[in-house]
């Protein structure tokens, strides 16, 4: 019963999705009020029956109702609660049950919050956000419907991947999706911005806390899902360029690329069209990710050719929003007024350099990614695109972009003074330059390059706080003044601070974690030590376990360091009852100078285990870094100027920095 | 392909459902793999990560544990035993199995796109940057007001002209 009340509730979405992309649309072109104003309570309603559907669903899940496909499919009895509950989106038609209904609780959002926003512009936002709510249910309802019976009901289901059953997982999808999700906001303002012909300042104000909010939860995502790489898939890499991972990033980059430009049009309302161009191409990805991922394309075109019904819809979902989106970009941007003048040289023109870099990033991997698939399709001829493709494109894209950093906050708007800046940045270079040689003291060996990566680390992190002491002026007054002026600084500026801050340190973890690790991979009897890293590794053994789902084989590993005991690590090789599958667990001990990781392998023919020890050195300031990033986001988005949301002009004249 | 492989790819396919890498604990090079000689074992390692392991989905050799990739892995150390080059065993590789065993695709007619891709786009977008700083409008159709006519300009140059007459007098 509960089953089909979910069913009927999506139906019903689909319905008020569809009442809320037509009228508040019509009545802003025929100025009727009356009709606009009912996108708030079709957006409010469309998110409750999404959320009645989904949580039918999840019940479903929880009391293991055999008698519905998708959990026969997906679940089974004997799985913990947690992932029960994260099973509901573990699976394909579930998963887009998830993602519409963050599409209409992004739409509730603008709906409740967005009080101060013109009435056209929140029906037209809020009619463009349910087109894409109607796509999605009918995608779900024609191909992919999460509520189908099944009959007679089997007595158990076929389980949840193993490796797929794990904390960091389970909540990985919800982020992610929010992330994907949230930047259908800039799309919809985009395009409402679009048809109306009305761009300025203000709206860039109203995009920038949703395209914010989307993005801190797209960072989080994706760290989320490289930290669980990183210690379920047995071996301490935490980034694959595999095509699903590229499928996350390419929003990502464009969104970072979007954040930017807002700030500049925001700011001096420059730059619009390439804000509009990249709210629409943010989104647009998310999408193409989206179908890359959901189609089997992937797994190979001839999978996608043999079932090609979901695949086709969602690739004509992708191509009506994208080429939509960007036809009416065509048309219409053309007519957007330039804003303000700036030189080369200034705050606007190390935004645009940013975007320059980090659109040609973006384009990379979406190239790099598709390739592949294209060349086959024309050709027939496989060919593969790697790591090292990526490894060799897009790091040098990032190089310019990391040297660039810590100067752009330092410029003023509109005419900024390089000089100046690099003056001020010379104690950032400085301790870069001590890290440097510190490097190649240290160690002897790994890519001769390497020193250099994590001396630009070091200065994009001591940049960005230097930016932060320049703006309260550290040094030219005295401190109890810097305090007050820090006191005084908007959150934004401590948001900027942290989130570049964070990038440094990504940096750092990333270039130290790949040319400095360590490994040993040996056969280990019980008795035996061995050593990594300055640690001395004792092997006591390995003795069976049983856990409340699968049954595993537990290595126990003493760790001591200059005679001390460090901890016991207790690596395992699990086999699932259901689905029976073998799944490694690694033994972690994490420490601030890197992490020792320890794994067991198979049974040699003497009596011994394989074992692989891994030492990867700094590996915790990547998910660090990417945290203070979410951090920063998350300051800045507490920003009353982003709350308030309605812009005032600040007359103050801008003062130039002084010259120096 | 042991059927056993065929699950298993189907078991990575289902996997990339959730995003993420589709791999099962990967554990790749076995204790019995490696060379005695360091320096040459750290060739085949670095040979073995550009290759790819042809039944799973982008996975290197180096990190599967498919036997396909066990014993891809035994043929680039027995060549490097043998005394080949790593190009040599690249292509030795190659002639083997198509150039889809690469991760790194060769440069040529089929990739030139590819490798000069980023170029490209690097490229168009300074040039669309560009474009911001020189091919700016005019002030005055900045503010909206139509350019002047000659007849127009005729006049202000002669309204200027009497205005500088008069301060100087």
Known sequence: MIVEVGHFALVLALLVAIFQMVVPAWGAHVGDERLMRVGEPAALCQFGLLGISALALTHAYVTSDFSVANVVANSHSTKPLLYRISG??????????????????????????????????KANVLSVQASIAVAFCLFILLTSNPFERINPAPADGNGLNPILQDPALAFHPPFLYTGYVGFSIAFSFAVAALIEGRLDAAWARWVRPWTLAAWMCLTVGIAMGSWWAYYELGWGGWWFWDPVENASLMPWLAGTALLHCAVVMEKREAL??????????????????????????????????????????????????TGGGLALFALRARNLRQGGLFAPISREGALVLNNILL?????????????????????????????PYFNMTFGPLMLPLLIALPFGPLLTWKRGDILGAAQRLMFAAVLAIVALVLAYATFHRGPILAPFGLALGVFVMVGALIELATRVRVGDVPWRESLRRLKGQPRSAFGTTLAHFGVGLMVVGIVATSAYREEKILVMKPGDTTQLAGYTLAFQGATPRTGPNYREQVGGFDVTRGGNDIAVLEPSKRIYDAPPQPTSEAGIHPAWRGDLYVVL?????DGGFAVRVYFNPLVRFIWIGALIMFLGGAVSLSDRRLRIGVPRRTRRATAPAPAE | MSSAMITRCHRLATLTIITMLGCSSALGVEPDEILSDPALEARARSISSDLRCLVCQNQSIDDSNAPLARDLRLLVRDRLKAGDSDEEVRTYIVARYGEFVLLRPPFNIRTVLLWLAPLLVLLAAITSAIRIFVRRPPRSSRTGAPALTGAEEEKLRALLAEANKTEKS
């Open chain 1, 601 to 605: 392998g198979d049974n040699q023919n």
């Open chain 1, 359 to 387: 659109t040609t990033a973006c384009a990379t991997v979406l190239i790099g990614t598709l390739y592949p698939l294209v060349l086959e399709a024309l050709t027939g001829a496989k060919i593969s695109v790697g790591p």
């Open chain 1, 88 to 121: 509901v989106w573990g699976n394909h038609e579930g998963s887009m049950v998830l993602w519409v209904l963050i599409l209409a609780l992004f739409g509730a959002a603008v709906a409740a919050f967005g009080r101060n926003l013109p009435e056209t512009l």
């Open chain 1, 272 to 321: 619009k069209v390439w804000t509009v161009l990249l709210a629409i191409l943010a989104f647009s990805l998310s999408l193409m990710g989206t179908f890359l991922v959901r189609s089997g394309v992937l797994t190979s075109v001839h999978a996608f050719a043999v079932d090609p019904q979901r695949g086709i819809f969602i690739l004509a979902i992708m191509t009506l929003f």
